[in-house]
Each structure stands twice: as structure tokens, then as C-alpha cells.
């Protein structure tokens, strides 16, 4: 994909996420798969955004062999889905801090700008679905979760490969207190400070024509 003028961040959702810490965690919690700042992340809320990736890409792909392979290639869906809503809360709580805040005409104004340059809404979601595991009907809390990172960056006076941006999520871990099932390992506060190369928790894209700032 060519670079153009302006990019965007992403913090994939279905991302290889960073090595999880061998299971540390107890049955404190019975029936969540992730408690973050006091906040249950349910098995059952897990499960259902699981399900409506699942369901769009069968969508997608009607040849069930084809689907088949599909599900094989993403085996880990369940482990990154709450990797990302996890880091999702994280990142909300780092723009709290800072003050940063994002309105619904940024996050219209940079799906207009992916719009554009992918040829329109449904190639946008179809290249979301594929590449990164979101489902259409959460392709805009997506980039929401792409405008916050830009804005807290920004707020920082850094960018989003920098150290600066990943100890404020450090930081915002610390705060939020994460506790996973152990089912699916453990939150590693420390990893959120840096970008590991071989685990792309962010990724940049090209925009074409969007107002917004390089990430």
C-alpha cells in the first residue's frame, strides 16, 4: 500500500498480541475474563464480539472450505478480542488523564478518509474484518480507539512509537489494576511501554485527504 500524505494509527484489533505472563490469577472473579479498573469484562460479552467477527467473516466467505480456513488462520481470535478490549479501557483511561476527549465528527471525519481511500464503506469493513479481526458493526468504536491514541500522542508531545506514548498506557495499566482469567494468561503492565517489533500492536495506514495529524 503506497504512502501517501497523512497517516493514521491503528491499534489493531486482531493483533498477535505481546506474549502473555504464565497464569498468575485465582477464581476471584468468577465469569469474567478480565476485570480492569473494578469493571468485569464478562466470558459471555467476550464470546458474543467473538461471534460477530465469526458471523462476518461467513458472510464473507459463503465457501465453507474456504471459511474453514478462515477460522484456522485466526485461532487465536478469542485471545486477541479481549487483548483488545483490554487495551482499549487502558488507552481510554491514559486520554482521561490527560484531559483528551473524542468526539463523534473525528471519528466520522477519519472513517470518511478510509472511505475514501479503500473505495468506499464496504471495502473499508471488508479490509477491517480481514487484516485485523473487527466486525463491521465495530469498525467505528475502532477508530474512536485510532483518534484517542492520535489525540493523546499529540497531547503528549510524542508519537505513538514512542516511549513517552507507551508509559503513559504503563502508567494507565498500573492504575486500572488488570486482572485476566488465567485461561487466557495475564496482563503484562510493562509491555504497554513499548512497541515490541515482533508483536505490531500498532500499525500505520495510508489516508488519503484527511485533515487528520500524522500519527
Known amino acids: 500500500m503506497p504512502r501517501r500524505r497523512r497517516t493514521a494509527l491503528v491499534l489493531s484489533a486482531a493483533i498477535a498480541a505481546a506474549p502473555l505472563l504464565a497464569a498468575c490469577g485465582n477464581d476471584a472473579h468468577p465469569g469474567a475474563a478480565a476485570v480492569v479498573g473494578g469493571r468485569r469484562i464478562t466470558v459471555a460479552q467476550l464470546e458474543d464480539r467473538v461471534n460477530e467477527v465469526r458471523r462476518a467473516q461467513r458472510a464473507a466467505v459463503p465457501d465453507e ?126 509491555k504497554s511501554s513499548r512497541v515490541d517489533a515482533k508483536t505490531p500492536w500498532v500499525r500505520d495506514v495510508t489516508t488519503s485527504g484527511t485533515p487528520l495529524q500524522s500519527a
Open 65 to 190: 472450505a474456504q471459511y474453514q480456513q478462515v477460522v484456522a488462520s485466526t485461532s487465536s481470535l478469542t485471545r486477541d478480542i479481549l487483548h483488545n478490549m483490554v487495551l482499549d479501557r487502558v488507552l481510554h483511561r491514559a486520554a482521561q488523564d490527560q484531559g483528551v476527549t473524542v468526539t463523534r465528527k473525528e471519528i466520522q471525519r477519519m472513517r470518511g478518509g478510509l472511505e475514501q481511500q479503500f473505495g468506499g464503506a464496504k471495502a473499508l469493513e471488508t479490509d477491517w474484518l480481514q487484516k485485523y479481526g473487527v466486525a463491521p458493526e465495530r469498525l467505528d468504536d475502532n477508530l474512536r480507539l485510532q483518534v484517542e491514541a492520535q489525540k493523546l500522542a499529540q497531547k503528549l508531545g510524542t508519537s505513538t512509537s514512542e516511549p513517552a506514548f507507551w508509559k503513559a498506557l504503563s502508567t494507565a495499566s498500573g492504575e486500572l489494576n488488570i486482572d485476566l482469567n488465567p485461561r487466557y494468561g495475564s496482563w503484562d503492565v510493562q
